[in-house]
T-cell receptor, first 117, second 112 residues
Framework: EPEVTQTPSHQVTQMGQEVILRCVPI?????FYWYRQILGQKVEFLVS????????KSEIFDDQFSVERPDGSNFTLKIRSTKLEDSAMYFC???????????????FGQGTRLTVV | GDSVTQMEGPVTLSEEAFLTINCTYT??????LFWYVQYPGEGLQLLLK?????DKGSNKGFEATYRKETTSFHLEKGSVQVSDSAVYFC???????????FGTGTSLTVIP
């Protein structure tokens, strides 16, 4: 069964360092997302990506964040200068069709736990 | 904006007990509703979904009915098993935006 894969599963980084979280979406999917979950809180939307550009982003997704699809298979989230409050579980997801299309669901990866120290 | 409110956890049940996890939503338009499950060490997996009012989603003995009049999508299972221990997330999409809106998650532990 196709699945979304994320690497690494756990990353520890020092405050101020840059991190890149990697995702390989399902191969025929066209819509990609990043979500995060701070421990004990809701899963929050960060950004959606379609046709090689950001289609929607939340207030959380500020200038410290960027996304890229560098090679047609990977989908990355970069945090330029990490802060303590960036510590969270980050989930990548992909859809075959736009979310407003009936019956569609997103397929999620297993998450990357980012710890900023 | 769109949002999902989910029953707080954690929930601990004995095997074969009845499970209900409450979920209510606020949305414009006609969202689809979902329950995702996260087993220990794994990602979010779709458990079931419903795309319009009065639809019932079901999978692995779990059920949820899309109730527009009460804006609810409560998850139920008649007889839980130890293997059902996981975190359950209620979610919606297709309302006012293109993203998924999640509840806080409810941790379920089933003891033998």
């Amino acid at each position: 069964e196709p699945e979304v894969t994320q690497t690494p599963s756990h990353q520890v980084t020092q405050m101020g360092q840059e991190v890149i979280l990697r995702c390989v979406p399902i191969s025929n999917h066209l819509y990609f997302y990043w979500y995060r979950q701070i421990l004990g809180q809701k899963v929050e939307f960060l950004v959606s990506f379609y046709n090689n550009e950001i289609s929607e982003k939340s207030e959380i997704f500020d200038d410290q964040f960027s996304v890229e699809r560098p090679d047609g298979s990977n989908f990355t989230l970069k945090i330029r200068s990490t802060k303590l409050e960036d510590s969270a579980m980050y989930f990548c997801a992909s859809n075959a069709r736009p979310p407003r299309t009936a019956t569609t669901e997103a397929f999620f990866g297993q998450g990357t736990r980012l710890t900023v120290v | 904006g769109d949002s999902v409110t989910q029953m707080e956890g954690p929930v601990t049940l004995s095997e074969e007990a009845f499970l209900t996890i409450n979920c209510t939503y606020t949305a414009t338009g006609y969202p689809s509703l979902f329950w995702y499950v996260q087993y220990p060490g794994e990602g979010l997996q779709l458990l079931l979904k419903a795309t319009k009012a009065d639809d019932k989603g079901s999978n692995k003995g779990f059920e949820a009915t899309y109730r527009k009049e009460t804006t609810s999508f409560h998850l139920e299972k008649g007889s839980v098993q130890v293997s059902d221990s996981a975190v359950y997330f209620c979610a919606l999409s297709g309302g006012s935006g293109n993203q998924f809106y999640f509840g806080t998650g409810t941790s379920l532990t089933v003891i033998p």
